[in-house]
């Protein structure tokens, strides 16, 4: 097990352990960095519809998200209201979080957020 870390462009630390040292699919746009002790905090894989949009209603832009998903294309609108659970590095919410003027650190505030809530 080889340990990698890597930060994105809007300052999010993110640490891996790869099985064989490879670097994942969605940490090819991150520079690499040196590991840090261990984050108290952690964010959930996956989400439910529930806790994504009730966390989009505490931050405050749960009006922008709807309106940037009636702007969206079918598919996009289809798995706004269809999924059964929301991913934080799946295209659909990278998408969601460029029409939302939101970086990749605040994205994870989200997930942190809204893995804390429970329907």
């Given at each position: 097990?080889?340990?990698l870390?890597?930060?994105?462009?809007?300052?999010?630390?993110?640490?891996?352990?790869?099985?064989?040292?490879?670097?994942?699919?969605?940490?090819?746009?991150?520079?690499?960095?040196?590991?840090?002790?261990?984050?108290?905090?952690?964010?959930?894989?996956?989400?439910?519809?529930?806790?994504?949009?009730?966390?989009?209603?505490?931050?405050?832009?749960?009006?922008?998200?709807?309106?940037?998903?009636?702007?969206?294309?079918?598919?996009?609108?289809?798995?706004?209201?269809?999924?059964?659970?929301?991913?934080?590095?799946?295209?659909?919410?990278?998408?969601?979080?460029?029409?939302?003027?939101?970086?990749?650190?605040?994205?994870?505030?989200?997930?942190?957020?809204?893995?804390t809530?429970?329907?």
């Open positions: 097990m080889t340990t870390a890597f930060t994105d462009a809007g300052g999010g630390y993110y640490q891996y352990e790869s099985p064989d040292g490879s670097v994942p699919a969605w940490a090819a746009h991150m520079t690499p960095c040196a590991a840090q002790a261990p984050v108290v905090a952690t964010v959930p894989l996956a989400v439910t519809p529930y806790q994504f949009k009730a966390a989009l209603v505490q931050a405050g832009l749960y009006t922008q998200a709807l309106a940037a998903v009636n702007a969206a294309d079918q598919l996009t609108q289809l798995a706004w209201a269809e999924a059964l659970t929301f991913i934080e590095n799946d295209p659909i919410v990278t998408k969601f979080a460029a029409a939302l003027g939101q970086s990749t650190a605040q994205v994870h505030a989200i997930f942190q957020l809204a893995g809530l429970n329907p």
